[in-house]
């Protein structure tokens, strides 16, 4: 089976990709050939795995890099222009975000016009498609993006949608929330902080949350997520009534527990040495997350992190 990740650099796709190493089983088939696609990657590509340097946003180049494999079975859409970085330059965005992705989608369409199959397409979505949200989000809420990025992987689901509609790929769209915990380097993720506190705090070292102690947000573990963007591309849709778009399960929780569950797993005394400043952007962004429920994932067996403890001593393990 060959495997196709984009962004194969970034945090995720980094995780992702030491689970797919060729040999490595993904459902119950193995994986013989592995596609690394970013602008850099690091190190000689071993046996069995392609890099794919280059700029995905120049579609004649991105189409290029797609014909010169075999034909895709899997493909891991994973690269994107972040929140941050989406508002403040949306022409980088739009090439990105958009249309990318919609050349990405298009060689499903010519996979299959070749007698090929439909590639499985797994397409990193955000729960950045909600926007302002109601007291309690469920599998039925109506999405409102607040921001470019959101609006974009809004766009990005109904495309898979539409083209797997149409037989072009067997697409499936997960809203992932916050992972935790990010390395420092800044890449334009407006919710780094949240990874800062955990590595901040872990390592007994002062931290200034830009947030209240009360407010409440979702995330999960890196290793969760990996782990839920593996099963994405094995799950039954019957599982979902046919439904590609699926809202990952999470964990709900307040800053205070947060600081709570560091110090209790890395045994530094968390709660004296965080500094509570709120600022207001931050606070309505990533401090106001209602309810959640995700029965359509939960059904097609996708989980969360077994509690806050588990999702702390996750998010720094290594690797
Ligand atoms: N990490 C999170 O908390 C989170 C939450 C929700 C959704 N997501 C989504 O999951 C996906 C992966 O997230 P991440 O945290 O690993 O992001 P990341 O920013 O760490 O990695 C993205 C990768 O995409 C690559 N990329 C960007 N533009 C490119 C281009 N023009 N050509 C080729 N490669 C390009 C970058 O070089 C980078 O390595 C993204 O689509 C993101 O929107 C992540």
């Known amino acids: 089976m060959h495997v196709l990740i984009t962004g194969a650099a970034g945090f995720l796709g980094r995780a992702l990709a030491q689970r797919l190493v060729p040999g490595s089983l993904l459902g119950d088939r193995a994986v013989t050939r592995l596609t690394l696609l970013d602008l850099a990657l690091e190190g000689q590509a071993p046996d069995g795995v392609r890099h794919c340097v280059g700029d995905m946003g120049h579609a004649d180049w991105l189409r290029d890099a797609l014909n010169e494999g075999p034909p895709i079975d899997v493909l891991f859409h994973l690269a994107s222009i972040p929140g941050g970085t989406a508002e403040q330059n949306y022409p980088l965005s739009r090439r990105v975000n ?17 007698g090929q199959p439909a590639p499985v397409f797994v397409f990193a979505s955000s729960i950045a498609v909600f926007g302002h949200m109601p007291a309690v989000v469920d599998d039925d809420t109506p999405t409102r993006p607040q921001m470019t990025y959101g609006t974009q992987k809004r766009i990005g689901e109904m495309w898979v949608e539409d083209f797997s509609r149409r037989g072009w790929v067997d697409g499936r769209a997960v809203r992932i ?75 709900r929780f307040a800053m205070a527990e947060l600081v709570q ?30 309810t959640l429920l995700t029965p359509r994932a939960e059904a097609a067996g996708f989980r969360a992190d077994a509690d806050l403890d588990a999702l702390v001593r996750q998010a720094l393990a290594p690797g």
Not at 197 to 223: D, K, M, N, Q
Not at 283 to 290: D, M, Q, S, V
């Open 98 to 114: 958009l249309e990318a992705t919609q050349t990405l989608l298009e060689h499903g369409q010519q996979q299959v016009a070749r």
């Open 177 to 251: 929330p916050g992972v935790l915990a990010r390395p420092p380097a800044r890449t334009g993720q407006l919710s780094a902080f949240l990874s800062d506190l955990i590595r901040e705090l872990a390592a007994g070292r002062a931290f200034t949350c830009p947030t209240s102690p009360e407010a409440t947000t979702w995330a999960s573990s890196l290793p969760c997520v990996v782990g839920q963007l593996l099963h994405a591309a094995t799950f039954d849709v019957a599982a979902t009534d046919g439904h590609r778009v699926l809202t990952l399960p999470t964990l």
């Open 261 to 290: 569950a560091v110090g209790g797993v890395h045994g530094t005394p968390a709660a004296d040495l965080v500094h509570w400043a709120p600022d207001e952007r931050i606070e309505t962004l990533f401090g106001r997350f209602p």
